[in-house]
């Protein structure tokens, strides 16, 4: 697995606007002295709004109760769950511009959330066996994913069908409903 360079990093963090990756995540920000805007912490029980997005210095911080706050790296790591290097992954392939060194950033930023398999209204019992679906779908649907499963003998149809075995992809959570999250 290549390193992402930090030169690819650098570029990622100085030309993807928080400002509008925060705003496709649903959060509604309000000015707030200066250039600041303001709006409610997805990460914690915000009352009120403590989560402060500077567009020029292009950052984000919570003045509540988690503290916590970075560049759109790491919004993107703590808003989805995903790894630094996902997260890298997931702002390149909105932005091919970015990734191929050239261009300029298209105007609106934001991770895409993929069409959802899952009810909202299902049972954890229903939203298991959903996500197990989704994981065995998953498997049929990747060959790498079969071809490993076959160097460790477990090639049998039978077997993968009615232990339900699955691949996860880490695409899960781009496919579960927001409430869900």
């Known amino acids: 697995m290549a390193r992402i360079p930090d030169e690819q990093v650098a570029r990622l963090k100085r030309e993807v606007s928080i400002e509008r990756l925060v705003e496709a995540a649903g959060i ?5 002295g200066g250039s ?10 915000d009352r009120t709004p403590s989560l402060v997005v500077s567009p020029d ?4 911080h919570c003045l509540g109760a988690c503290g916590i706050g970075g560049s759109v790296i ?14 890298c992954e997931l702002l ?9 060194g050239t261009g300029t950033p298209p105007a609106a ?12 209204e299902a049972g954890e019992s229903a939203l298991l ?16 994913a079969l071809e ?14 009615r232990f339900r075995l699955g691949y996860a992809n880490r695409t899960l959570g781009y496919r579960l409903p927001p409430k869900n999250l």
Request: a positive charge; aromatic letters at 10%; charged letters at 30%.
């Open 148 to 161: 490993y499963l076959d160097k460790r003998g477990l090639n049998d149809p039978e077997l993968i069908e």
């Open 109 to 120: 930023a934001q991770v895409r959330r993929a069409a959802s398999r899952f009810s909202l």
């Open 36 to 45: 600041d805007r303001v709006g409610r912490c997805p990460f914690h029980d």
């Open 129 to 144: 066996g959903q996500v197990t679906d989704f994981y065995h779908q998953t498997l049929l649907e990747t060959p790498e």
């Open 74 to 87: 790491d919004w993107v790591m703590r808003f989805h769950k995903v790894s630094f290097r996902h997260a």
């Open 28 to 32: 509604d920000l309000k000015p707030h």
């Open 92 to 100: 390149l392939k909105d932005h091919p511009a970015l990734a191929a």
């Open 57 to 60: 210095k292009n950052l984000w």
